[in-house]
T-cell receptor, first 114, second 117 residues
């Protein structure tokens, strides 16, 4: 399977705990995006990487959120001191580094904070 | 501000009916892209189509067709002879160019389509 993969697919945690999600993009894609989707809504942009450089962060990404892409391949999204409002689907997408190319999405990580 | 509106929250049809999903967008950009994605119950967003703002030709792919009208800022999606497997949430999205030439997507709230046997 050469699509975008995400791990874990589901995560249940208690309020105040830290969680980390991983995304593996399509191998030849230099661009990587994180989105968040809450129930009944469309995905909202969180952050973008061009290779290992994080070039934009949405104001939705509070100080408790941090994302990395250390070698320009896989990426991690960490949420510290989780809150119930963090419960959502976290989607990763990747695309080629050419203009406004199509973004291909992974299956998402569904987070539930109790 | 960039915005995508999908006014239909839910649509319910019987198999073999045709159904049209509406999408209206707002943008200041002269060059932009529009997308449709399908999200089945499994949760993964599946890419369906990308359309450049300079290309207003309608497109047909099997039972799917798309009508792009710049004059009304609409990019509607029609499924002909719907099937139960078409049941999903469908999202329309508009690309917004960020620094460095990449695009981030602005999504509508989605339309949930239920196709009943």
């Amino acid at each position: 399977d050469t699509g975008v993969s995400q791990d874990p697919r589901h995560k249940i945690t208690k309020r105040g705990q830290n969680v980390t999600f991983r995304c593996d993009p399509i191998s030849e894609h230099n661009r990587l995006y994180w989105y968040r989707q809450t129930l009944g809504q469309g995905p909202e942009f969180l952050t973008y990487f061009q290779n290992e450089a994080q070039l934009e962060k949405s104001r939705l990404l509070s100080d408790r959120f941090s994302a990395e892409r250390p070698k320009g391949s896989f990426s991690t999204l960490e949420i510290q001191r989780t809150e119930q409002g963090d419960s959502a689907m976290y989607l990763c997408a990747s695309s080629l580094d050419i203009g406004q190319e199509t973004q291909y999405f992974g299956p998402g990580t569904r987070l539930l904070v109790l | 501000a960039q915005k995508v509106t999908q006014a239909q929250t839910e649509i319910s049809v019987v198999e073999k009916e045709d159904v049209t999903l509406d999408c209206v967008y707002e943008t200041r950009d002269t060059t932009y892209y529009l997308f449709w994605y399908k999200q089945p119950p499994s949760g993964e967003l599946v890419f369906l189509i990308r359309r450049n703002s300079f290309d207003e030709q309608n497109e047909i792919s099997g039972r799917y067709s798309w009508n792009f009208q710049k004059s009304t800022s609409s990019f509607n999606f029609t499924i002909t002879a719907s099937q139960v497997v078409d049941s999903a949430v469908y999202f329309c999205a508009l690309s917004e160019e960020g620094s460095g030439g990449y695009n981030k997507l602005i999504f509508g709230a989605g339309t949930r389509l239920a196709v009943h046997p």
